[in-house]
């Protein structure tokens, strides 16, 4: 077994004293969390009582352990995997002692070059038997210096270590310091040129074609398979063609612009986005090679991290953002960077030119950010979709010839942040930087995703940055929300019989279900989805590219649809379970829940649809008589605590009950049917039905509205309701519903489907 391994092994097991421990092991073991990237973390619970680090180092020598490769290989590869990652390491002190003294812990690969250099004569021991006895007092010296508040005795160490650097040496720290670079210049992040020193091992005499070409694959297997061995099985071919480029080919041209971004975006595209038509816009709109060009040379860190869930368009915003913001640029005198990133303390702006800023800066990490965009929910990293939301309204401010000119927009409570560091003038860190009050605000939105107090805290965040109100995503529960809306299709599915003609518009798609049953059962038609909520389009966007469909998806709104299509060209309109949410969230005259905001919606389709054309509604209705009551006896013992929290909390209008019994009230028919919508949903989806009421009109009080907002024009070719299937099987073992003298009653109509038609030869309103 490696000796590497060994001591991981009998340091995990507590069987390695400290004073035994090889000094890259210390540096490993004393890796905190705060040091830890969340590039690759999937659940931010699986960090605790871990060390992320040292379990990485373990599992690339495990992988060395396997390959066959010659013995001087071997040693060499398990010395260079042992540092490579110490530059995420160390304790805090540590940490800010090497930070003063110029090592980058921030681009990883250099920093552990960095810390090789200074530690590496005496670290690359692991406890042999036999070792020598200057070696080990010369370890032990060190292991007191790595606890010593004066610097002065590591700068001794780097002297010491790089006085007479031999071959070996070189050619450790070489490696690590291109440690990884292979597959940063697959996914885009690098020049090719950050791989030109490999090729001096050649030059140099040290190693032979063949023997660099071993090196390189089998630490490229090492580092790759220790992510996921999958991941070398898909790359290990583009390892070998580039691991050739740099044996004959060390000025092997760059990639285009395109191809740069297409690998940057990877993940993006593969969840779906359309990259080809993406960059086809932004070349119509600016010269993307010409103003991207300052960053070929550059390496780049965290990108697809940071920005995979942005836009094409976005991030090139973001980069063009970071190239021209001259007075962003900060030059950070007797300022810290903690572990993190961020900034302790500021000073003024620098005067000197862009390019005079811009002069020797070789990284650029966009780690802060990434960093800011995920945070914990249920111990699983997710996306602070809060903030995302925020920074795409901040970036929409921003015209191309704005950001192209360095001009700085005033937004109040947020801005883009490019930092430097006074000891690390050669790389600078992006983010964008919340104003405190925005910063608590989303904080607050985090921890009331489970109360009523949800809605009103992300109404407030809208407000705070100028978003509209009706505009707001259903932010931690997105995906399960579009889920439950695909699962519905058995329901959509009638409303095939009622389609017309060749251009049909589904108002709100949801998770796009009813746009797969169009495409497939009715091919002569062409479907297009609309919906205010850019969650529902850029997922619809991604699952039209995964699964090559032809249906068109469009972010508007759905009462000033001639915006988005031409009036009297669109032939069916379909708003399935989408009117309720139109009356329910949507402010007319300055209050929700208003028949006004139904009136606008069908006008505003009347206005789009052609003669003949049709508008069809599933949605929910009322029963009539109104005045009828009803019995909920609840099989469940906190039923009764549901119904009075619901009363508290459903914003739709006032609910009101008799209790009879700890187990059993009295409601109008209406509002027993509304509050049993929401306690079947169930908890996880209460926050958000609350704000929703389901039942809005009455059947006269629907025919009422059409012929108030359409007149003569329309013709109600069919009204018919009934009782959605699965109420009776859902409430089955939780309630008992009762009429008013107690006596077993069937649940009322739950749904209704109205078709209205067009009439031929009648001018539009």
Same mark, same amino acid.
């Given at each position: 077994?490696?000796?590497?391994?060994?001591?991981?092994?009998?340091?995990?097991?507590?069987?390695?004293?400290?004073?035994?421990?090889?000094?890259?092991?210390?540096?490993?073991?004393?890796?905190?969390?705060?040091?830890?990237?969340?590039?690759?973390?999937?659940?931010?619970?699986?960090?605790?009582?871990?060390?992320?680090?040292?379990?990485?180092?373990?599992?690339?020598?495990?992988?060395?352990?396997?390959?066959?490769?010659?013995?001087?290989?071997?040693?060499?590869?398990?010395?260079?995997?042992?540092?490579?990652?110490?530059?995420?390491?160390?304790?805090?002190?540590?940490?800010?002692?090497?930070?003063?003294?110029?090592?980058?812990?921030?681009?990883?690969?250099?920093?552990?070059?960095?810390?090789?250099?200074?530690?590496?004569?005496?670290?690359?021991?692991?406890?042999?038997?036999?070792?020598?006895?200057?070696?080990?007092?010369?370890?032990?010296?060190?292991?007191?210096?790595?606890?010593?508040?004066?610097?002065?005795?590591?700068?001794?160490?780097?002297?010491?270590?790089?006085?007479?650097?031999?071959?070996?040496?070189?050619?450790?720290?070489?490696?690590?310091?291109?440690?990884?670079?292979?597959?940063?210049?697959?996914?885009?992040?690098?020049?090719?040129?950050?791989?030109?020193?490999?090729?001096?091992?050649?030059?140099?005499?040290?190693?032979?074609?063949?023997?660099?070409?071993?090196?390189?694959?089998?630490?490229?297997?090492?580092?790759?398979?220790?992510?996921?061995?999958?991941?070398?099985?898909?790359?290990?071919?583009?390892?070998?063609?580039?691991?050739?480029?740099?044996?004959?080919?060390?000025?092997?041209?760059?990639?285009?612009?395109?191809?740069?971004?297409?690998?940057?975006?990877?993940?993006?595209?593969?969840?779906?986005?359309?990259?080809?038509?993406?960059?086809?816009?932004?070349?119509?709109?600016?010269?993307?090679?010409?103003?991207?060009?300052?960053?070929?040379?550059?390496?780049?860190?965290?990108?697809?991290?940071?920005?995979?869930?942005?836009?094409?368009?976005?991030?090139?915003?973001?980069?063009?953002?970071?190239?021209?913001?001259?007075?962003?640029?900060?030059?950070?005198?007797?300022?810290?960077?903690?572990?993190?990133?961020?900034?302790?303390?500021?000073?003024?702006?620098?005067?000197?030119?862009?390019?005079?800023?811009?002069?020797?800066?070789?990284?650029?990490?966009?780690?802060?950010?990434?960093?800011?965009?995920?945070?914990?929910?249920?111990?699983?990293?997710?996306?602070?979709?809060?903030?995302?939301?925020?920074?795409?309204?901040?970036?929409?401010?921003?015209?191309?010839?704005?950001?192209?000119?360095?001009?700085?927009?005033?937004?109040?409570?947020?801005?883009?942040?490019?930092?430097?560091?006074?000891?690390?003038?050669?790389?600078?860190?992006?983010?964008?930087?919340?104003?405190?009050?925005?910063?608590?605000?989303?904080?607050?939105?985090?921890?009331?995703?489970?109360?009523?107090?949800?809605?009103?805290?992300?109404?407030?965040?809208?407000?705070?940055?100028?978003?509209?109100?009706?505009?707001?995503?259903?932010?931690?529960?997105?995906?399960?929300?579009?889920?439950?809306?695909?699962?519905?299709?058995?329901?959509?599915?009638?409303?095939?019989?009622?389609?017309?003609?060749?251009?049909?518009?589904?108002?709100? $798609? /949801? =998770?796009?279900? %009813?746009?797969?049953?169009?495409?497939?059962?009715? +091919? @002569?038609?062409?479907?297009?989805? &609309?919906?205010?909520?850019?969650?529902?389009?850029?997922?619809?966007?991604?699952?039209?590219?995964?699964?090559?469909?032809?249906?068109?998806?469009?972010?508007?709104?759905?009462?000033?649809?001639?915006?988005?299509?031409?009036?009297?060209?669109?032939?069916?309109?379909?708003?399935?379970?989408?009117?309720?949410?139109?009356?329910?969230?949507?402010?007319?005259?300055?209050?929700?829940?208003?028949?006004?905001?139904?009136?606008?919606?069908?006008?505003?389709?009347?206005?789009?649809?052609? $003669? /003949? =054309?049709?508008? %069809?509604?599933?949605?929910?209705?009322?029963?009539? +008589? @109104?005045?009828?009551?009803?019995? &909920?006896?609840?099989?469940?013992?906190?039923?009764?605590?549901?119904?009075?929290?619901?009363?508290?909390?459903?914003?739709?209008?006032?609910?009101?009950?008799?209790?009879?019994?700890?187990?059993?009230?009295?409601?109008?028919?209406?509002?027993?049917?509304?509050?049993?919508?929401?306690?079947?949903?169930?908890?996880?989806?209460?926050?958000?039905?609350?704000?929703?009421?389901?039942?809005?009109?009455?059947?006269?009080?629907?025919?009422?509205?059409?012929?108030?907002?359409?007149?003569?024009?329309?013709?109600?070719?069919?009204?018919?309701?009934?009782?959605?299937?699965?109420?009776?099987?859902?409430?089955?073992?939780?309630?008992?519903?009762?009429?008013?003298?107690?006596?077993?009653?069937?649940?009322?109509?739950?749904?209704?489907?109205?078709?209205?038609?067009?009439?031929?030869?009648?001018?539009?309103?």
């Amino acid at each position: 077994m490696l000796n590497a391994l060994k001591a991981i092994q009998s340091y995990k097991s507590g069987h390695l004293p400290e004073g035994e421990q090889a000094l890259w092991l210390q540096l490993l073991a004393a890796a905190e969390q705060p040091n830890i990237n969340l590039e690759r973390i999937h659940s931010i619970a699986e960090l605790e009582g871990t060390n992320p680090v040292l379990d990485y180092v373990e599992r690339t020598l495990q992988v060395l352990e396997q390959l066959q490769v010659s013995f001087w290989m071997r040693e060499i590869l398990e010395d260079v995997l042992v540092w490579s990652e110490t530059a995420k390491a160390g304790s805090p002190k540590q940490r800010r002692k090497w930070q003063k003294q110029g090592v980058n812990l921030f681009v990883h690969n250099v920093g552990s070059a960095q810390l090789y250099d200074m530690y590496g004569s005496v670290g690359n021991l692991y406890g042999k038997q036999g070792h020598r006895e200057e070696e080990h007092s010369s370890r032990s010296e060190t292991s007191r210096d790595l606890s010593n508040d004066d610097p002065s005795g590591s700068a001794q160490i780097v002297q010491t270590a790089c006085d007479s650097p031999t071959p070996r040496h070189e050619i450790i720290r070489t490696l690590i310091a291109t440690h990884g670079l292979i597959g940063q210049y697959i996914r885009g992040e690098i020049p090719f040129a950050e791989n030109a020193s490999l090729h001096l091992f050649i030059t140099q005499g040290w190693m032979t074609a063949d023997e660099l070409q071993s090196i390189l694959i089998a630490l490229n297997e090492c580092i790759i398979a220790g992510v996921d061995p999958a991941l070398w099985s898909q790359v290990q071919a583009e390892v070998q063609r580039i691991v050739g480029w740099i044996i004959t080919e060390p000025d092997h041209t760059d990639w285009n612009v395109k191809e740069r971004l297409s690998r940057l975006r990877s993940s993006s595209i593969r969840q779906g986005e359309a990259m080809d038509e993406a960059y086809v816009k932004l070349q119509a709109q600016l010269e993307i090679e010409k103003l991207l060009a300052p960053m070929a040379h550059r390496t780049l860190w965290y990108v697809e991290s940071a920005m995979h869930d942005f836009s094409l368009q976005e991030m090139v915003k973001i980069f063009l953002l970071t190239l021209h913001s001259e007075a962003m640029v900060l030059s950070l005198d007797d300022s810290i960077m903690n572990s993190t990133g961020r900034v302790t303390q500021e000073a003024d702006l620098n005067s000197t030119s862009q390019e005079q800023q811009w002069d020797g800066v070789r990284h650029i990490s966009f780690e802060p950010l990434m960093n800011t965009m995920y945070y914990d929910y249920k111990g699983v990293k997710k996306l602070n979709i809060y903030k995302k939301r925020m920074i795409e309204k901040y970036l929409e401010q921003y015209s191309w010839k704005q950001i192209e000119a360095g001009e700085t927009i005033t937004y109040p409570h947020l801005t883009h942040r490019i930092e430097r560091h006074p000891d690390l003038r050669d790389t600078v860190f992006v983010t964008f930087e919340f104003s405190p009050a925005a910063e608590k605000l989303i904080a607050f939105c985090i921890e009331a995703e489970k109360s009523p107090l949800y809605e009103k805290a992300v109404l407030l965040l809208f407000d705070l940055f100028g978003l509209r109100r009706d505009a707001y995503d259903r932010f931690h529960n997105e995906e399960t929300y579009l889920a439950d809306m695909n699962s519905s299709g058995d329901y959509k599915k009638v409303l095939l019989d009622y389609m017309v003609g060749k251009r049909v518009l589904d108002i709100g $798609p /949801g =998770g796009g279900i %009813l746009l797969d049953l169009i495409e497939q059962e009715r +091919p @002569e038609m062409e479907p297009i989805g &609309i919906d205010i909520s850019a969650n529902v389009i850029e997922a619809l966007e991604r699952k039209k590219q995964r699964e090559a469909h032809r249906w068109q998806v469009l972010k508007g709104d759905a009462l000033q649809l001639d915006q988005y299509v031409q009036p009297g060209t669109v032939d069916t309109v379909i708003f399935s379970s989408i009117l309720h949410e139109l009356y329910s969230y949507i402010e007319r005259d300055g209050r929700r829940f208003n028949s006004d905001t139904v009136v606008a919606a069908l006008r505003s389709t009347f206005n789009v649809l052609s $003669p /003949g =054309g049709r508008v %069809l509604i599933r949605d929910g209705i009322m029963t009539e +008589p @109104e005045a009828q009551k009803r019995r &909920i006896r609840f099989l469940e013992p906190d039923g009764m605590r549901w119904l009075e929290r619901y009363a508290q909390d459903f914003q739709g209008r006032s609910i009101e009950f008799e209790r009879i019994s700890e187990d059993e009230a009295l409601l109008d028919i209406n509002d027993a049917m509304e509050f049993l919508y929401t306690y079947t949903w169930g908890e996880d989806a209460y926050v958000h039905e609350i704000q929703e009421q389901f039942g809005i009109f009455t059947p006269s009080a629907y025919e009422h509205c059409i012929r108030e907002a359409l007149g003569e024009q329309a013709d109600i070719i069919t009204f018919r309701h009934f009782l959605q299937e699965g109420y009776t099987e859902a409430l089955g073992e939780r309630i008992i519903f009762m009429d008013e003298q107690g006596q077993p009653a069937t649940l009322p109509d739950s749904t209704c489907l109205i078709v209205i038609e067009k009439k031929k030869g009648m001018a539009d309103r």
